[in-house]
T-cell receptor, first 113, second 115 residues
Framework: SQKIEQNSEALNIQEGKTATLTCNYT??????LQWYRQDPGRGPVFLLL?????KEKRKERLKVTFDTTLKQSLFHITASQPADSATYLC????????????FGTGTRLQVFP | ETGVTQTPRHLVMGMTNKKSLKCEQH?????MYWYKQSAKKPLELMFV???????ENNSVPSRFSPECPNSSHLFLHLHTLQPEDSALYLC??????????????FGPGTRLTVL
């Protein structure tokens, strides 16, 4: 069956370190992968989109990789800050059904001082 | 007001009630979405509207009835709900109906509790 898996446990890291979040998928052939941030009681906010022919994308302190062989995306936050604490969602899009994004359950990141 | 707004933010209803959720987007987008977010579960797409036409109905029970009178407004009419329908209902919009590639802009959600 089709599945998207993100770190189910919360990720706790110290301020200033690099946080690495994982998104693994099975039985999908995504053409696009998006990452969103969600704070408690709020809707998700778009962060980055990466296409299947792109290996890496960066935006300020954020970096996303997309490995279609490993069926995995990694999301890195460098020099993490307490304000980065939130839940991060990965979402897949396919080229054959462009109406929809399929979301993972998200990983909760806690950055402590 | 900017972005995507949703009202009410919180709603408690009995199983025999009828209520409606409202979403409004001020971004000039052509597509709008309803999602359901339950605890420990991924966001579930319910409906997609593109240029006021429903283009996706993700096997949602008929007790949920969407309405899109124009490209800025989206409603979700609720009737005869079950306790398991309690969740956060999120509205989103995007420039076109290509949810896979478009950036989606989400509202703050309506926290629904069905007693």
């Amino acid at each position: 069956s089709q599945k998207i898996e993100q770190n189910s446990e919360a990720l706790n890291i110290q301020e200033g370190k690099t946080a690495t979040l994982t998104c693994n998928y099975t039985n999908y052939s995504p053409a696009y992968l998006q990452w969103y941030r969600q704070d408690p009681g709020r809707g998700p906010v778009f962060l980055l989109l990466i296409r299947e022919n792109e290996k890496e994308k960066r935006k300020e302190r954020l970096k996303v990789t997309f490995d279609t062989t490993l069926k995995q995306s990694l999301f890195h936050i460098t020099a993490s800050q307490p304000a980065d604490s939130a839940t991060y969602l990965c979402a897949l899009g396919t080229s054959y059904n462009t109406d929809k994004l399929i979301f993972g359950t998200g990983t909760r990141l806690q950055v402590f001082p | 007001e900017t972005g995507v707004t949703q009202t009410p933010r919180h709603l408690v209803m009995g199983m025999t009630n009828k209520k409606s959720l409202k979403c409004e987007q001020h971004l000039g987008h052509n597509a709008m979405y309803w999602y359901k977010q339950s605890a420990k579960k991924p966001l579930e797409l319910m409906f997609v509207y593109s240029l006021e036409e429903r283009v996706e109905n993700n096997s949602v029970p008929s007790r949920f009835s969407p309405e899109c009178p124009n490209s800025s407004h989206l409603f979700l009419h609720l009737h005869t709900l079950q306790p398991e329908d309690s969740a956060l209902y999120l509205c989103a919009s995007s420039q076109e109906g290509r949810g896979a590639t478009d950036t989606q802009y989400f509202g703050p959600g309506t926290r629904l509790t069905v007693l």
